[in-house]
């Protein structure tokens, strides 16, 4: 009992050390946020599975993260980081077997797949472009945290023996820049001298800075700033030779120093088997891009009777007039809503909010008034329809369970055969591990995957009318800070929700911390980006708030954005504390629990008020000025009423209006010095105002 007791004493992420622990892995402490400032020394000598240490290490370090000695523990991971458009993971996957085994999400969205070790085996680094094999290493276990994101386990089964794809004798015949799908180049740039390719991509500023070698990024990272100078050639260039010469000839090649012993031919070697494939494919996807946009700027002119270049040629269809589209559009039918003004149907709406904020609950709570007709949420809902939920999250068994509490509170479950029925409007379906977007290496905006053609046929099978996604971060498997993929994205569960007349709500964690990444900085990884931000022109957003001034604490579910009508007003939510169902905080509650919160300054400042009045110095009415209701309470009875404390003026003035409004004090017009002003006075029981209020 006295080791449970200790175990429950531990912060959450000591119980999981302890966890990780128990089942034999090797730990190690690690700061708070970082994956690189150990704790306890060098990790390769102190990682331990001994419960004693483990549970000494939290108690001095509650907070720290939790780091893994795979060697030690007898693991090997698979690193991909799936959220870089480089990541070749799917492609080496093509025809190759994943075992159910041990399998994190990592804190910037990408996957680590943990497997058994064989004995005495060796490992490449590299597996392919962005993903990693780790073995002699470390990686960080859930729920430790980094870049503002945290890991999470999304399948708890046991390591699975290393695939054979893995081991040191499959891995190393795959060669990321010599064995790999060929670059698709449909739109190969026209010819151009050396000379003029130069110029070309010197003429940015940036690229000029990189090719002399004069730019930040190459005085701290030449790799990366080779990199980028290599991308914007191969934008101008299609013969990988030429981009060689021309970058190769760059001083900021010529004048940086080779790395230990090896010869400046060896690193220009390197340099080019790391940078130029990944380069001539990113060249290659923005040619694409710019021909489609091109292409498709050839059909609206084509559609309008102008020519492609723009120049000649007459209006044709598709130009209306404002007579024309209300003569077209005033029988049409008003914008539906599945709830009033908050989620329109033939749209996708996103509802992102902190962790931990309720966002599935809520959406279930949403599922069941629109499936049954009862228990009013957020809105009115017009008709009981069909709801289909698709969770990448929790457990079909963790939905039930929160079903069977929000039935219960809502008195549903007691009304027999009606109650089996409205149920039966709801369907779930467990999808965890499934993306509907990945990255595309031909196409700069993503690709839908097969799961996003289930996704409708689902909703046609169930004519559901509401669908729920929970959540992003596990459907959406692409770059969460790239305008072209999450516009791709959104666009396509749009379609979706006109062609079936449905409204989707994508649910979204948001990650408040900023962060730093190749993509650039990162404030709110979904409703916090632009990219997310446009993208969608429907969308909510959950907060917590805590408990202050006697108002318990609770999540306010605020309209953020909507193309369809005037935003709706914010909706306050308390939860049960015992079965965590959400209903409404009224204003009448929020008004008692001020009023009894503020009950002892009430009587305070009444008191105050009282004895000003018998001084003959009675405190003015005066909201501003330098002789304000605040200021003549400061000065007579200053350490209650301090200066420059807004909260406790703001308190003040409402502890005044309820003594006025319940009728104890009252307006008083008084003369000093041939002026005239008002104060407060305090009313005795016999006067006949007393209690009635002002």
């Known amino acids: 009992m006295q080791s449970d007791t200790h175990n429950q004493q531990l912060s959450e992420k000591g119980r999981m050390a302890l966890h990780w622990a128990k089942l034999g892995l090797c730990v190690f402490p690690v700061q708070n946020g970082t994956k690189d400032k150990l704790l306890a020394g060098g990790w390769q000598t102190v990682a331990s599975n001994d419960l004693a240490q483990v549970k000494q290490w939290w108690t001095d370090n509650s907070d720290a993260n939790i780091g893994c000695n795979l060697a030690k523990s007898g693991l090997v991971a698979v690193d991909a980081d799936i959220y870089k458009p480089e990541c070749e993971f799917n492609a080496f996957m093509q025809g190759r077997n994943l075992p159910a085994t041990l399998t994190q999400k990592s804190a910037r969205g990408g996957f680590h797949l943990i497997f058994r070790a064989e004995d005495a085996a060796k490992y490449p680094g590299k597996l392919c472009e962005a993903t990693e094999i780790k073995h002699n290493g470390y990686i960080m276990l859930a729920p430790s945290t980094f870049a503002g994101g945290i890991y999470t386990v999304e399948n708890w089964a046991e390591p699975a023996p290393c695939p054979e794809w893995v081991s040191s004798r499959q891995a190393s015949t795959f060669d990321t820049h010599t064995v790999q799908t060929p670059i698709n180049d449909p739109n190969p740039a026209a010819p151009i001298t050396d000379e003029a390719l130069r110029d070309t991509v010197c003429g940015s500023p940036a690229n000029a800075a990189h090719y002399n070698g004069t730019s930040d990024l190459a005085k701290t990272n030449m790799s990366e700033a080779t990199f980028a100078l290599t991308c914007a050639a191969c934008l101008f260039s299609s013969d990988e030779e030429q981009v060689r010469r021309v970058v190769m000839a760059s001083p900021l090649v010529q004048n940086s120093p080779p790395k230990g012993s090896e010869t400046r031919a060896q690193k220009v070697q390197r340099l ?282 609770h999540v306010v579910v605020s309209h953020e954005k909507t193309n369809y009508g005037a935003l709706a007003e914010p909706v306050r939510l308390k939860r049960n504390p015992e079965n965590g169902v959400l209903s409404s905080l009224s204003n009448h509650e929020i008004a008692d629990a001020i009023d009894e919160s503020l009950s002892p300054l009430v009587e305070q400042v009444f008191t105050h008020i009282e004895l000003a009045h018998k001084r003959g110095e009675p405190i003015r009415t005066s909201l501003t000025g330098s002789r304000n209701f605040y200021q003549c309470l400061a000065e007579m009875f200053g350490k209650d009423y301090p200066d420059g404390d807004k909260e406790t003026r703001r308190k003040v003035r409402i502890s005044i209006e309820r003594l006025s409004a319940s009728g104890r004090i009252t307006k008083l017009k008084e003369w000093k010095s041939g002026n005239h002003f008002h104060s407060w006075g305090v009313l005795q029981p016999d006067d006949p105002r007393y209690g009635k209020g002002a």
């Open 272 to 553: 080019w088997a790391t940078e130029y494939p990944k380069a001539a494919r990113r060249g290659a996807q923005e040619r694409q891009q710019q021909a489609q946009a091109a292409a498709h700027g050839a059909q609206i002119a084509a559609a309008i009777g102008q020519p492609a270049s723009g120049q000649g040629g007459t209006t044709g269809d598709g130009l209306m007039s404002l007579v024309e589209m209300r003569t077209k559009f005033k029988n049409e039918p008003p914008q539906a809503f599945v709830i009033d003004r908050r989620i329109p149907e033939g749209e996708a709406t996103l509802l992102s909010g902190d962790g931990g904020t309720g966002k599935t609950y809520l959406m279930q709570q949403v599922a069941v008034y629109v499936g049954t007709g009862s228990g009013e949420i957020i809105g009115k809902v017009d008709r009981v329809s069909p709801v289909l939920i698709w969770t990448a999250e929790d457990t079909l068994k963790i939905l039930d369970e929160r079903f069977q509490h929000i039935e219960k509170s809502r008195h549903i479950a007691s009304c027999g055969q009606w109650a089996a029925q409205s149920l039966a409007n709801i369907k779930c379906r467990d999808v965890l591990g499934a993306a509907l977007w990945v990255v595309d290496r031909d196409n700069p905006a993503g690709k839908p995957t097969p799961a996003m053609a289930a996704l409708a046929a689902d909703i046609r099978a169930t004519s559901a009318r509401l669908v729920v996604l929970d959540n992003a971060s596990n459907l959406f498997q692409a770059n969460p800070n790239d305008q072209v993929q999450v516009t791709a994205f959104a666009t396509e569960l749009r379609r979706i929700a006109r062609e079936n007349h449905c409204a989707i709500v994508l649910l979204a964690h948001v990650n408040a911390e900023t962060a730093s990444t190749k993509f650039g900085p990162i404030t709110k990884t979904y409703s916090g980006t632009v990219a997310w931000n446009n993208a969608f022109r429907s969308r909510m957003f959950i907060r917590k708030v805590p408990a202050e001034n006697g108002i318990p604490e």
